[in-house]
């Protein structure tokens, strides 16, 4: 995911709908989807008790999140020698790349493209956009009550992205959702026959070790990094989904005490430094998603 007001929530701006909060016009209607609700891996939606995160980026792409938690599909275990001690910082250069303006939605596979890049296999945002599994289960929306008697539109069946991606990654005049863990690592197996690696569920300070072997790693967050309380909830053909319209995937590429460094593939930029406590939260929030490449790869970083 991962675009702005005027282009994500996944499009909502472009399709005239808005998720949790965002509020936007089309054929007189707004989209708005139910708040503070949490995607739960036990089957139910509870209660979320954060604060709203902040609503500069509230038309960020809903993330679906299922009840169902995501799996893990580890093709090659690559944990680091017990007698190995991770720095206490590190980082390393790989080159940033935009999602947009072609792909609205596509954080998740630009995320992969500077992937594959760093361990010199590139293959194009584009191309991956093209080859990434879909879920091509429709939308069906319905007209509900609003505030002062607006009529609001309300998602009640969509796709799952566990299943593949849900709706148009390029967004513009079209719904457009994302992609989970499981059918994006799947395409990296292909790309790169048993070296994918899926880490979600790992533990946080696992992932930085990935990452100061030279290894960067694609997590699943929120446009703003921290925790959110903003979900909505619909139907799927595998059961109900649970959404966030402030779900984005990054790089990451090397860590501080205190700091995450990312390439974010929203704004371009490279080696963004991000509060690493409300990062580890939000993606907590959205399954502790995470996929990579397994070791060994040279390393193109540094470590203090």
Same mark, same amino acid.
């Given at each position: ?9 996944? $499009? ?70 017990? !007698? ?8 390393? !250069? ?11 939605? *596509? ?6 493209? +500077? ?10 945002? +584009? =191309? ?33 992205? %566990? ?25 990296? %197996? ?8 899926? +880490? ?27 925790? !959110? ?6 139907? $799927?053909?595998? *059961?109900?989904? =649970?959404?966030?319209? +402030? ?40 399954? $502790? ?16």
């Amino acid at each position: 995911m991962g675009s702005s007001s005027s282009d994500r929530g996944r $499009s909502a701006a472009a399709t005239g709908v808005a998720w949790g909060r965002i509020t936007a016009t089309v054929l007189g209607l707004a989209l708005v989807g139910v708040v503070g609700w949490q995607w739960n891996p036990l089957g139910s939606a509870a209660p979320v008790s954060r604060t709203t995160a902040r609503t500069t980026k509230r038309s960020q792409r809903s993330s679906p999140r299922t009840t169902q938690k995501p799996v893990a599909h580890h093709h090659v275990t690559s944990t680091p020698p017990p !007698t190995w001690t991770a720095p206490a910082s590190y980082d390393m !250069t790989v080159p940033a790349q935009s999602q947009l303006p072609q792909l609205q939605n *596509g954080c998740e596979v630009t995320s992969l493209s +500077m992937l594959l890049t760093a361990v010199n296999h590139p293959v194009s945002k +584009m =191309t991956l956009a093209a080859e990434q599994p879909t879920d091509p289960t429709p939308a069906v929306l319905k007209t509900i009550p609003g505030f002062k008697g607006n009529p609001i539109l309300e998602v009640v069946s969509w796709g799952n992205p %566990n299943v593949g991606f849900v709706g148009s990654v390029e967004g513009g005049s079209q719904l457009g959702y994302g992609i989970y863990n499981g059918p994006l690592d799947h395409l990296l %197996n292909q790309i790169l026959p048993g070296q994918a690696e899926d +880490m979600t569920g790992d533990p946080f300070t696992q992932i930085l070790d990935h990452v100061a072997h030279g290894v960067p790693v694609e997590a699943w967050t929120t446009i703003d990094f921290e925790p !959110t309380n903003d979900w909505v909830t619909w139907q $799927s053909p595998e *059961g109900p989904v =649970t959404a966030t319209p +402030m779900e984005h995937a990054v790089l990451i590429v090397g860590y501080t005490p205190t700091t995450v460094i990312i390439n974010n593939p929203y704004t371009g930029q490279a080696n963004e430094a991000v509060n690493r406590a409300d990062f580890i939260a939000a993606w907590t929030q959205l399954g $502790s998603q995470a996929i990579t490449v397994h070791l060994p790869v040279s390393s193109a970083g540094s470590a203090s």
